[in-house]
């Protein structure tokens, strides 16, 4: 493939990428503040596995296509730019495990709210906390990532 074809790829995939996790928290957040256990059970459920089907497959090709790109394009793979990225990137993954981790335990509170008729009990909303906490630097990395994947100063 060539680089043209490599590049639309990895920046469809990093689109995805962070549009899923924007799209996802906005729905998870507001269907929390309903305060309804059915609903935080439906949207939590697919936020799950729009973690799953879109995050995770993108996750792993980000780094995959951006080294090859790099090397297609004759930058160093050491460069300042493409350092501050590889870190920032761990920082939002180191962000994302446990938020996965948080979304299942919530989504299954919510499911068991929702059949028992009960409010979402008070762990549901440590974790939304937590979840909000952990989501904003990673928001922050991967905008900062586009940043330097756009400009790429040397």
């Not at 493409?82 to 495990?97: E, F, K, R, S």
Request: charged share 10%.
């Amino acid at each position: 493939m060539s680089y043209e074809v490599w590049k639309w790829l990895h920046v469809l995939s990093s689109t995805v990428l962070f549009g899923t996790g924007l799209g996802s928290a906005y729905y998870l957040f507001f269907a929390s503040r309903t305060r309804d256990p059915r609903v935080a059970a439906s949207v939590v459920g697919l936020v799950v596995w729009a973690d799953w089907i879109f995050t995770t497959t993108t996750i792993i090709f980000q780094p995959v296509s951006g080294w090859y790109l790099a090397r297609l394009a004759g930058f160093p793979l050491f460069s300042p730019w493409l350092m501050w990225t590889y870190a920032l990137y761990l920082v939002a993954g180191a962000c994302w495990l446990p938020v996965v981790w948080m979304q299942i335990r919530m989504r299954d509170m919510a499911r068991q709210a929702a059949a028992e008729g009960t409010e979402l009990p008070p762990l549901y909303w440590r974790y939304l906390n937590y979840w909000v906490v952990l989501g904003i630097p990673a928001f922050f990395a991967l905008v900062i990532i586009f940043y330097l994947m756009i400009t790429k100063p040397m």
